[in-house]
Nanobody, 125 residues
Framework: QVQLAESGGGLVQAGGSLKLSCAASGRLFSMYNMGWFRQAPGKEREFVAGIRVSGGMIHYADSVKGRFTISRDNAKNTVYLQMNSLKPEDTAVYYC??????????????????WGQGTQVTVSS
């Protein structure tokens, strides 16, 4: 069982930055691939970024590539999402998710085993 808790969301102007954190409980955090998803009002939840167990493989959605950076600190049981050059269309609830270690980074919601409660990110124009 893994419990996830996101933090770091808030209101920011377009062009600004935010850093989200996702703290995980349990001793096996390093055995999980981690992902960030987001869900905007009226839209489906979508993949944002994912990172493998050791951080050796990373994948981004095209919409955030070059602006967002995912990283993890296995010693702290935490995964991060640094978001720069934010745009109003980045406004959404951001969720972190955990998937038992696999070769590929999963892109689909149903492939993840555990989810956090989400943190709101609002980007004003």
């Amino acid at each position: 069982q893994v419990q996830l808790a996101e933090s770091g969301g808030g209101l920011v102007q377009a062009g600004g930055s935010l850093k989200l954190s996702c703290a995980a409980s349990g001793r096996l955090f390093s055995m999980y691939n981690m992902g960030w998803f987001r869900q905007a009002p009226g839209k489906e939840r979508e993949f944002v970024a994912g990172i493998r167990v050791s951080g050796g493989m990373i994948h981004y959605a095209d919409s955030v590539k070059g602006r967002f950076t995912i990283s993890r600190d296995n010693a702290k049981n935490t995964v991060y999402l640094q978001m720069n050059s934010l745009k109003p269309e980045d406004t959404a609830v951001y969720y972190c998710a955990a998937r038992w270690r696999s070769i590929q980074i999963a892109l689909l919601e149903h492939e993840y085993d555990y989810w956090g409660q989400g943190t709101q990110v609002t980007v004003s124009s």
